[in-house]
C-alpha cells in the first residue's frame, strides 16, 4: 500500500505539471516526526522544509547522512544567533531580511566553507507584523548582498497578506525577481500553490497537502 504522503505528493506534481515542468515542491515537514517524513525520502523526493532549528538538527542530521541527496530548506524566521547550527546541515535559507542577517551568514559560511543558496524575504503587501525587505530598498540589498558579503542569492521569497489579491501580490513578485535577473522564486503554500507556479514560482512550500492536518 503506498503511503498516502507519497499520494498526496502525487497528485500535486501532476497538477503542477500542468501548469509548468520546472517546478521544486517543498514538502513542509515541520512538527512531523522522521517516520512520517521517511516514506517520501525512500520514494525518491529530495526537498523538504523546516522552521524550527533545534528540531531540524535533531531530525535531519543522521538522516541527511544517510541520503546525500536530500535538500534542506530552512523556511522559517532566521534569528542570527541560530546561524552557527543551521551549516551545513540547511542548503536553502529562505527567509534572509535584513542586513545583521546577511553579515552572520557570511561569517559563518566562510568558517564552515559551506554557501547555502538563499532566499531574500520581500515584505511584498508591505505587513507590519510580517519580517522582510521593503521593495523599495530591495534592489540595493541584494546589491550589497551580493557584493559586500558574497551570499549566493538564487531568487525571492515571499508570504503574502492573507486575503483574495494573493494573484496580485504573485504578479508583483514575478517582476520584481526579473528585474533583478533572479533565477528562482519561492512563492506558494498548500492553499494558493497553483495560484503561485502561474507567475513564476519555481519553489512551491507544500506542508498540510502532503502530510495531513498538524496537531502542534
Given amino acids: 500500500m503506498i503511503h498516502k504522503s507519497i499520494n498526496n505528493i502525487n497528485l500535486i506534481k501532476n497538477e503542477a505539471d500542468l501548469i509548468r515542468k ?16 521517511k516514506p517520501l525520502i525512500k520514494n525518491g523526493h529530495i ?22 541527496d536530500i535538500k534542506l530548506h530552512l523556511i522559517g524566521k532566521l534569528q542570527s544567533n541560530k546561524v552557527k547550527f543551521i551549516l551545513p546541515l540547511f542548503d536553502y535559507i529562505h ?23 538563499i532566499f531574500v524575504q520581500v515584505n511584498i503587501g508591505n505587513e507590519i507584523q510580517k519580517s522582510g525587505i521593503d521593495k523599495k530598498n530591495l534592489e540595493s540589498f541584494v546589491k550589497m548582498c551580493f557584493e559586500i558579503y558574497s551570499l549566493d542569492i538564487i531568487g525571492l521569497m515571499c508570504i503574502p497578506p492573507n486575503n483574495d489579491q494573493h494573484q496580485k501580490y504573485f504578479k508583483d513578485m514575478r517582476e520584481l525577481n526579473e528585474k533583478l535577473s533572479l533565477k528562482e522564486l519561492s512563492m506558494g503554500m498548500s492553499s494558493d500553490y497553483k495560484s503561485a507556479i502561474e507567475n513564476g514560482a519555481t519553489f512551491v512550500r507544500i506542508g498540510s497537502k502532503i502530510f495531513g492536518d498538524r496537531t502542534n
Fill in 47 to 68: 526537498h523538504f522544509g523546516e522552521n524550527k532549528v533545534q528540531e531540524a538538527v535533531e531530525k535531519w542530521t543522521d538522516v541527511k547522512n544517510d541520503f546525500k
Fill in 22 to 37: 520546472d517546478i521544486n515542491i517543498i514538502a513542509v515537514s515541520k512538527t512531523f516526526p522522521i517516520q512520517e517524513v
Fill in 95 to 117: 527567509s534572509l531580511d535584513s542586513k545583521k542577517l546577511a553579515e552572520k551568514i557570511s561569517i559563518e559560511q566562510k568558517k564552515k566553507n559551506f554557501k547555502p543558496k
